[in-house]
């Protein structure tokens, strides 16, 4: 484990693999690292059997006090039942530090999270599924585990879960994962908590991108919790006019141009930033058009946080990881969507950049000079 660093298993995780023994398992029960390859599924025995329980490998790391995982019911075949899956975080003598229940209708999903005292290393992670309801078969139902991290938790990671952002550990989007920014973030921002400060987040409500319609701003809402005094700005190719939310203005704007970044500047008293984070499109060329234009509008020493910086979803470009590598390696900002003289200014006034994966996606923490 690298700090700030979760211990996951997902799609996206590559190699790693966690082995895991099981016991009253029937012929339906798929185990990773058996013949079987995909995900962790458990299928109940009948409401009389002792349940399919598993057990994983242990896990020793000592600043782990915390471990989320989602749960989906399968939707086909349909079936009434209601089931019901226990996880406990055990000693390797069976002593349960944390455990938890959580009931699933056919087709649900759903995270779980336990919290445990850190330093009782080595543990486990046990997990059955049994019956919550049992209306009758011949279809019972399974459960499948679809994903699973271990990490040392914190409070924006507490807030981030409750208020709905997937930069926590339990919230998803689509096939994807939770991001764990958290781990990267807490660090960095905690010695900013009792502050007065600009703060701007591009990008407000993942939802939205679903239906249409924008209806809440999870993270603006966890910042608001952890920074009681910064003034907060979003900005939104959607309206957020409703969002009513102390100290808190929002803009309607498309980052990818220059002119709706100059307006909403001009329409918030120009402020300069302590922190902007860039969770918009996530398009490399959006990012890197924001990075040009709003960099000069951070604080001396002011944190520009760009989210999801190696996705290339349209045009052959480079990503923003690319471009910021290539800062690191040979002190030149390069990218065709930032004009020769805001890269240089760039390149003057850039203090550090640094490069986390806490889990599936990189985020680039950008450091401006104090002076
Ligand atoms: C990933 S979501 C933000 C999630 C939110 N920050 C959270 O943590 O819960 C992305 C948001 O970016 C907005 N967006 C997409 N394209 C944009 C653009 N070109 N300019 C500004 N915002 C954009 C979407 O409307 C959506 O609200």
Known sequence: LQKGRAVSRHAGAGQQRFNVRGEHLNAWCVIPGSPFAGDLVLLPNGP???????????LDVAEIDAVSALFVSASNPQHANRLSVRM??????????????LELDCDQRAP???????????????????????????VFGSVRMRYLAAYADNELMRLFNAAGSDKGSEVYWGEGVPHLYALAYEPLLEPLRNEQFDLLEIGLDTASQHTGAPT???????WREFFPH??????????????????ARTFQGDQSDPDDLSRFL?????????IIIDDGSH?????????????????????????????????????????????????????????????????????????????????????????
């Not at 406990?88 to 229940?101: I, N, S």
Request: aromatic share 8%; charged share 25%.
């Open 266 to 274: 001009e329409a918030h008293d120009n402020p300069a930033f302590r």
């Open 48 to 58: 009389e059997d002792p349940p399919p329980a598993v057990r994983f490998a242990h």
């Open 112 to 138: 779980l999270t336990l919290r445990f005292p850190a330093g009782r290393t080595p543990l486990r992670l046990a997990l059955e599924v049994a019956f919550a309801h049992f209306e009758g078969g011949p």
């Open 283 to 371: 398009v490399p060329a959006h990012q890197q058009t924001s990075l040009a234009h709003l960099f000069e509008h951070l604080t001396p020493g002011g944190l520009y946080l760009i989210e999801d910086i190696s996705w290339q979803p349209f045009e052959q470009s480079p990503t923003t990881g690319e471009v910021l590598r290539g800062f690191l390696e040979h002190g030149r900002i390069e990218s065709p969507f930032i004009a020769a003289p805001q890269a240089r200014r760039l390149e003057e006034t850039i203090d550090s950049v640094s490069i986390h994966r806490p889990n599936d996606s990189e985020v680039a923490v950008i450091r401006k000079r104090s002076t």
């Open 216 to 222: 809440d701003a999870p993270s603006l809402r966890a």
């Open 88 to 101: 406990a975080v055990e000693t390797p003598r069976g002593e349960v530090l944390a455990q938890q229940r």
């Open 230 to 247: 910064a003034r907060l700005h979003g900005y939104d190719i959607n309206d957020f006019g409703f969002l009513g939310m102390p100290d």
